[in-house]
Nanobody
Framework: QLQLVESGGGLVQAGGSLRLSCAAS????????MGWFRQAPGKEREFVAS????????YYADSVKGRFTISRDNAKKAVYLQMNSLKPADTAVYYC????????????????WGQGTQVTVSS
């Protein structure tokens, strides 16, 4: 069984940065596309960023484009989300997940999900 574990969340002030990590374990890390999603209190889970299986293509939600960067290291079976210029609106639980090789922004196309890591941005 494939397992995903996120880390790197925490409390930061507006304008600060965090780097989230997602480590895969349990079985061979296939050529999955990977995605980051987030869910704020009282709101629906939303797409943040995705990356294709090789890391050559990325896609971002408009709300984070230019501030967040998704990357991956297949040798280390890891995916990352560098978050800069954080805003209070970025406060949410962040989840990584495995999806189609080409990547996707649709949560229902993702099969395995991590437990989530809390990101809180204060003003």
């Amino acid at each position: 069984q494939l397992q995903l574990v996120e880390s790197g969340g925490g409390l930061v002030q507006a304008g600060g940065s965090l780097r989230l990590s997602c480590a895969a374990s349990g079985r061979s890390f296939r050529p999955y596309g990977m995605g980051w999603f987030r869910q704020a209190p009282g709101k629906e889970r939303e797409f943040v960023a995705s990356i294709n299986w090789s890391g050559g293509s990325t896609y971002y939600a408009d709300s984070v484009k230019g501030r967040f960067t998704i990357s991956r290291d297949n040798a280390k079976k890891a995916v990352y989300l560098q978050m800069n210029s954080l805003k209070p609106a970025d406060t949410a639980v962040y989840y990584c997940a495995t999806g189609p090789p080409i990547g996707s922004s649709w949560p229902r196309e993702y099969d395995y999900w991590g437990q989530g890591t809390q990101v809180t941005v204060s003003s």
